[in-house]
T-cell receptor
Framework: EADIYQTPRYLVIGTGKKITLECSQTMGHDKMYWYQQDPGMELHLIHYSYGVNSTEKGDLSSESTVSRIRTEHFPLTLESARPSHTSQYLC????????????FGPGTRLTVL | AQKITQTQPGMFVQEKEAVTLDCTYDTSDQSYGLFWYKQPSSGEMIFLIYQGSYDEQNATEGRYSLNFQKARKSANLVISASQLGDSAMYFCAMREFPYNTDKLIFGTGTRLQVFP
């Protein structure tokens, strides 16, 4: 299994603030993903990366941006948070057995007031 | 296009009983993988079990087993001897091989509640 970490776990912030959600993994996986999930709903892919300096937008349009300067680190940034960004953000890395399973971090619950 | 369908928004089961959560999928590829994840109220997604399309036997992991019926395109999760801690959302997901996009497609989930 992957060891994958996300900080903060919970964040309440005002409109217009810049925020960065951190995601890191210790398994050396090249592939990493960001998903957005509203409570009790399905997951939507917003960004993914296949390695250092590789980033792509996912299926759900998002105003956030990502970077991948190091293999283990895949942060997500919102330049100007809005109430519509209120959601849970889940980071995942992919590798290992079981068909190259995606392993998820604990998530960040973001509330924008 | 790939699609995952979970038709049960909610399920109830008594402790120690078995429960089946349904999942059907749609794909035109012959090679693909199916995954089940558990999401407790704390929010993290926990990988439970994997089934490859060419696997001849149904996957099992402890109390979890996957009832894979390829011709019917179904991949139901069976939880035996339910425990109170099994109460959570359960998501079925699929990825086609080779890794055209490497994306997981998720269903809408089933909320399982285990009662004493």
């Amino acid at each position: 299994e992957a060891d994958i970490y996300q900080t903060p776990r919970y964040l309440v912030i005002g409109t217009g603030k810049k925020i960065t959600l951190e995601c890191s993994q210790t398994m050396g996986h090249d592939k990493m993903y960001w998903y957005q999930q509203d409570p009790g709903m399905e997951l939507h892919l917003i960004h993914y990366s296949y390695g250092v300096n590789s980033t792509e937008k996912g299926d759900l349009s998002s105003e956030s941006t990502v970077s991948r300067i190091r293999t283990e680190h895949f942060p997500l940034t919102l330049e100007s948070a809005r109430p519509s960004h209120t959601s849970q953000y889940l980071c995942a890395s992919q590798g290992g057995q079981h068909g190259d399973t995606q392993y998820f971090g604990p998530g960040t619950r973001l509330t924008v007031l | 296009a790939q699609k995952i369908t979970q038709t049960q928004p909610g399920m109830f089961v008594q402790e120690k009983e078995a429960v089946t959560l349904d999942c059907t999928y749609d794909t035109s590829d012959q090679s693909y993988g199916l995954f089940w994840y558990k999401q407790p109220s704390s929010g993290e997604m926990i990988f439970l079990i994997y089934q490859g399309s060419y696997d001849e036997q149904n996957a099992t992991e402890g109390r979890y087993s996957l009832n894979f019926q390829k011709a019917r395109k179904s991949a139901n999760l069976v939880i035996s001897a339910s425990q109170l801690g099994d109460s959570a959302m359960y998501f079925c997901a699929m990825r086609e091989f080779p890794y055209n996009t490497d994306k997981l497609i998720f269903g809408t989930g089933t909320r399982l509640q285990v009662f004493p």
